[in-house]
């Protein structure tokens, strides 16, 4: 088991290339469902924004470094999962809260928001909680891991696909929307197909250990996916409200997390292996969850819509 800790998951400058571009691509679609009314509408319900944030960057990376000071797992693998955490909602948050029939709305609003956000938030997170576990900083601290080339990745993969694709949607709606329909879709297989292409040629490293991962990322992304759900609970917002908070929190953006690995880490095993196994199972248990929800109706709404 301590092997984890020094496996290595081989990834070249190629592979690493086509796992950038997929990524500002997946990024640059779901921007093309973004407007700037979107950003304007957050302001009207400041209290389900305020929540959204604090669940995904103040709550989730806090309650991950609990469960890792309790759990004491591998440190790659705390590592792993203290990336995750610190990484934005996933980009199939939207279509998750869709089929839930959750508030499409206020979930592209978040994504969009949260994305931002993330270019200052992820490395601060990361940085933060990595170095305040004495495990995880031992690693940090044999890795050259400049703040500034974290956040400037972030911002090309993340920020200019975000801004080129709310632009284009400004300037012809029309054809953004098209677009939109075509790559939104793709999202899940681009992501999948990230993964076999970041362990086609690791599939014994990734056999191998997967099952020290296997409990630890189905508990985290569960325990994600309650704590968006609780946060709403808490403050009484609307059941399409506290469905779409839950998705939001519980779908990160692993891909994100994965690509961050691979340019800093050089594949460093329990951390790879961690952000991949939970970016294929976030897809499986949201899916199920918004299937369950998509069939109970939100009652007591439609009662007052009445």
């Given at each position: 088991?301590?092997?984890?800790?020094?496996?290595?998951?081989?990834?070249?400058?190629?592979?690493?290339?086509?796992?950038?571009?997929?990524?500002?691509?997946?990024?640059?679609?779901?921007?093309?469902?973004?407007?700037?009314?979107?950003?304007?509408?957050?302001?009207?319900?400041?209290?389900?924004?305020?929540?959204?944030?604090?669940?995904?960057?103040?709550?989730?990376?806090?309650?991950?470094?609990?469960?890792?000071?309790?759990?004491?797992?591998?440190?790659?693998?705390?590592?792993?999962?203290?990336?995750?955490?610190?990484?934005?909602?996933?980009?199939?948050?939207?279509?998750?809260?869709?089929?839930?029939?959750?508030?499409?709305?206020?979930?592209?609003?978040?994504?969009?928001?949260?994305?931002?956000?993330?270019?200052?938030?992820?490395?601060?997170?990361?940085q933060l909680y990595g170095n305040l576990y004495e495990p995880t900083a031992e690693i940090l601290k044999t890795v050259s891991l400049e703040p500034f080339e974290l956040v400037k990745?972030?911002?090309?993969?993340?920020?200019?696909p975000l801004v080129l694709g709310m632009s284009l949607r400004q300037k012809n709606e029309q054809l953004a929307i098209k677009l939109s329909k075509i790559l939104k879709p793709v999202s899940i297989i681009v992501f999948i197909a990230i993964v076999i292409i970041a362990f086609s040629n690791n599939l014994d490293i990734f056999s191998?250990?997967?099952?020290?991962?296997?409990?630890?990322?189905?508990?985290?992304?569960?325990?994600?996916?309650?704590?968006?759900?609780?946060?709403?609970?808490?403050?009484?917002?609307?059941?399409?409200?506290?469905?779409?908070?839950?998705?939001?929190?519980?779908?990160?953006?692993?891909?994100?997390?994965?690509?961050?690995?691979?340019?800093?880490?050089?594949?460093?095993?329990?951390?790879?292996?961690?952000?991949?196994?939970?970016?294929?199972?976030?897809?499986?248990?949201?899916?199920?969850?918004?299937?369950?929800?998509?069939?109970?109706?939100?009652?007591?709404?439609?009662?007052?819509?009445?």
């Amino acid at each position: 088991m301590l092997e984890l800790d020094s496996v290595k998951i081989n990834f070249d400058s190629g592979g690493l290339l086509i796992l950038n571009i997929a990524l500002a691509v997946v990024m640059f679609g779901v921007a093309l469902g973004i407007s700037i009314n979107d950003f304007k509408n957050l302001f009207k319900q400041p209290k389900v924004v305020i929540l959204g944030i604090v669940s995904q960057f103040i709550l989730l990376p806090f309650l991950t470094f609990l469960v890792v000071l309790l759990v004491k797992p591998q440190p790659s693998i705390a590592l792993g999962m203290m990336m995750v955490a610190a990484c934005p909602g996933g980009n199939i948050s939207n279509f998750m809260t869709h089929l839930a029939k959750g508030n499409t709305a206020l979930s592209v609003s978040l994504t969009a928001f949260a994305t931002f956000l993330a270019i200052v938030m992820t490395p601060l997170n990361f940085q933060l909680y990595g170095n305040l576990y004495e495990p995880t900083a031992e690693i940090l601290k044999t890795v050259s891991l400049e703040p500034f080339e974290l956040v400037k990745l972030v911002v090309l993969i993340l920020g200019i696909p975000l801004v080129l694709g709310m632009s284009l949607r400004q300037k012809n709606e029309q054809l953004a929307i098209k677009l939109s329909k075509i790559l939104k879709p793709v999202s899940i297989i681009v992501f999948i197909a990230i993964v076999i292409i970041a362990f086609s040629n690791n599939l014994d490293i990734f056999s191998e250990y997967a099952h020290h991962v296997l409990a630890i990322g189905i508990g985290h992304n569960l325990l994600a996916i309650f704590l968006g759900f609780s946060v709403a609970k808490i403050f009484k917002l609307s059941f399409r409200d506290t469905k779409t908070l839950a998705i939001e929190t519980g779908i990160q953006n692993s891909g994100l997390g994965l690509l961050l690995i691979f340019t800093f880490f050089n594949g460093l095993g329990g951390m790879a292996i961690l952000a991949a196994f939970w970016g294929i199972w976030h897809i499986i248990s949201g899916l199920l969850l918004a299937t369950y929800w998509s069939k109970k109706s939100n009652t007591i709404e439609e009662a007052l819509a009445a």
